[in-house]
């Protein structure tokens, strides 16, 4: 009988550098592997090659980590089983190997006396500042990254920094995040979108509601454009809240690792793969990760030292409190993106709804300006998309009445600072395709008439920001969504009306904070409003002017009354501006608006200025006339 021969080390190392090999290592510690994570004492499996005395050789191995090292002598005490020496695997000897670590996720942080910028509020957002759930403490925003199917953009992160043990999709999404700034009731961001936990990896996305958007990570200055698959020695560098830019050397791959998030969720097995320092680019505090760099993104070095745009992982967790080697752990992108459905770039289906774009923003001025609040039949009448009767565009909202196919109100921001000039030439009015045209009013009522498509939220009012935003806000403005019917003279400024020049005139008349400013508008519904071409026609509208000067918060408020008795005749009865409580519009209007803000209407201190006074009340003439 003739005893096989070993292969040779050579035609093994071929076979091990194989790619089909590679996936039957990858396959075992899926498998088999995965089964030892149960022992208490065994932290994660996965591959990397062999240490002899600390260091590296060229030998891959299924590599354990442990809390603690023993001699089998002391196996059974810890009651952890002995390990064996090797596994063959495809015909190949595999040899294990075993080092003392232990993980936990990175979002506990430690109070730090000067936070910097990456944990303060900040608009534009950017990758590598600090974000988190409202009920989490802080962890790091990885990247901009689309849904696959409507392209809208979300934020990526980890599952316990935007969900946690304690959190449920439709959360709100706070930045900073709470261990930051703790108020969390001026710093919403947006929503929890979707989340996995599992062996895919530790993840999350959410909208981007109430700020704007900057690509590039922070201090890396690159914005990733691609996902990768990291190999064993692929040099790699992260942005993160806490310890900033770091560098690192990939150093087991294809890991699975036990972690405990606490609460009912427990322990849970992540996939992902190893980081270690990079000793040609050591941080001075010896941390290539802390708490509160959970959801960084990993991106790949070039040759020449400089951070590529290609994303290696989502990094997720470093080494315990007791664990003296330095590493962190990431989550392999192509299995977050493949779970949350989204891509580094929106679909290029040209069939597909643009997103409904950032939405008048709460809190613009720095202070909490919150939406007007719909009485119940009001609320009733409101159109709902999705879950929300509130609908986005750039840099506004507003709510649609279904019965009178107009808004009730729009709400707009006005950054004075950064207003853009461009051209409305060749924008087309057209209906919005996010709403059904049965709630909608379309040029059919417009033409052959004197009535104007009157726009609600001013077009040069929108046009701030960047110019991508800017562009994008002045289409926006342009859907009849925005429009109301509104008599030439009205509308259009040079015919002597100082209505559209409201907006104009607290930049010029007050000290604006920051300048800039918050607007609510809308027409004003009545039961005995004349109907034109099957349409009634509000003879009212309303205005609310939102500032802050020398850091308090002021509301204006005004209506404007119409005379729309003679749409077929050139002869027309003056328009007339009021200053008004309020109050007042609320009554009118059939909604409220927030404490805050009726407690800034100093107009409504004067007994003069109450309802009841309206028909003592004159008119202004000249905006001079305005008691900002």
């Given amino acids: 009988m003739t005893t096989p021969k070993k292969k040779s080390n050579k035609a093994t190392k071929s ?107 900040i608009n534009p957002i950017e990758p590598g500042i ?19 199917k409507n392209g809208t953009p979300y934020i990526l992160s980890n599952w316990h920094v935007l969900q946690g043990p304690n959190g449920n999709i439709g959360d709100e999404i706070v930045q900073p995040g709470p261990f930051d700034d703790n108020r969390v009731n001026l ?20 909208s981007i509601e109430d700020r704007t958007i900057k690509k590039e990570i922070m201090d890396l200055d690159v914005l990733i454009e691609q996902i990768g698959e990291p190999d064993l020695g692929d040099k790699v560098m992260k942005s993160g809240r806490t310890t900033k830019v770091t560098h690192g050397i990939v150093t087991r791959i294809h890991t699975m690792t036990k972690l405990n998030y606490g609460g009912i969720t427990g322990n849970q097995f992540i996939g992902g793969f190893e980081i270690g320092p990079d000793a040609n680019n050591l941080p001075s505090n010896g941390e290539i990760s802390m708490g509160g760099d959970s959801g960084s993104a990993w991106v790949f070095k070039a040759s020449n030292g400089k951070p590529t745009k290609i994303m290696a992982g989502l ?54 300006v919150e939406t007007p609040k719909l009485s119940k039949s009001k609320s009733d009448d409101a159109y709902k998309s999705g879950d929300s009767k509130i609908i986005k565009y750039t840099h506004f909202s507003l709510t649609m009445s279904k019965s009178r196919r107009f808004a009730m109100w729009v709400g ?3 950054d004075g600072g950064s207003i853009k000039q461009l051209s409305r030439k060749g924008i087309p009015f057209i209906l919005d395709p996010k709403i059904p045209k049965e709630f909608q009013v379309g040029d059919e009522l417009y033409s052959g008439n004197r009535l104007d498509r009157g726009h609600i939220a001013r077009r040069a009012d929108l046009l701030w920001g960047s110019l991508e935003e800017a562009k994008k806000a002045n289409v926006d403005s342009f859907y009849f969504t925005n429009m109301t019917p509104q008599m ?83 002869e027309l009865d003056e328009f007339k501006t009021y200053q008004a409580t309020l109050a007042e519009i609320e009554q009118r209007c059939g909604f409220t608006f927030p404490a805050n803000l009726k407690n800034a209407d100093s107009f409504a201190e004067k007994p003069e200025n109450q309802p009841e006074a309206e028909s003592e009340r004159k008119p202004l003439e000249t905006l001079d006339e305005i008691a900002w």
């Fill in 488 to 570: 030439d003279n009205f509308n259009q400024g040079n015919k002597g009306g100082i209505w559209g020049k409201l907006e104009d005139a607290v930049f010029e008349d007050t000290d604006v904070d920051n300048l800039k400013v918050s607007v609510f508008g809308g027409p004003v519904f009545q039961k005995d409003d004349r109907v034109f071409r099957g349409v009634k026609l509000p003879s009212e509208f309303y205005k609310v002017i939102v500032y802050v000067e020398k850091g308090v918060l002021k509301a204006k408020g005004f209506l404007l009354t119409q005379n729309l008795n003679q749409l077929e005749i050139f």
């Fill in 15 to 121: 076979k091990q550098k194989s790619e089909g090999f590679m996936d039957s290592l990858k396959q075992f510690v899926r498998t088999k592997g995965v089964d030892y994570l149960k022992n208490n004492n065994i932290t994660s499996v996965g591959i990397g090659y062999k240490q002899v005395d600390g260091k590296p050789t060229e030998d891959l191995s299924i590599q354990f980590t442990v809390e603690e090292k023993a001699v089998p002598e002391v196996l059974e005490s810890l009651d952890t089983p002995l390990i064996p020496k090797s596994f063959v695997i495809d015909g190949v000897e595999v040899p294990t190997d075993v080092l003392q670590r232990d993980f936990e996720p990175d979002y506990q942080v430690v109070a730090e006396a000067a936070p910097d910028r990456r944990k303060t509020r």
């Fill in 315 to 368: 990094h997720f967790a470093g080494e315990g409190a007791n664990d003296p080697n330095e590493h962190a752990i990431a989550c392999y992108p192509k299995s977050v993106f493949e779970k949350l459905e989204i891509s580094l770039q929106p679909p290029l289906q040209k069939d597909v709804v643009p997103p409904q774009g950032l939405g008048y923003n709460t809190n613009f001025l720095g202070v909490l």
């Fill in 412 to 414: 707009w921001n006005i």
């Fill in 187 to 206: 710093n919403r961001l947006g929503k929890l979108v979707r989340s996995h936990l599992g062996a895919a990896g530790d993840c999350a996305i959410a």
């Fill in 130 to 148: 600090s974000v988190a759930n409202k009920k989490v403490s802080a962890g790091t925003i990885g990247c901009i990254v689309y849904d696959q």
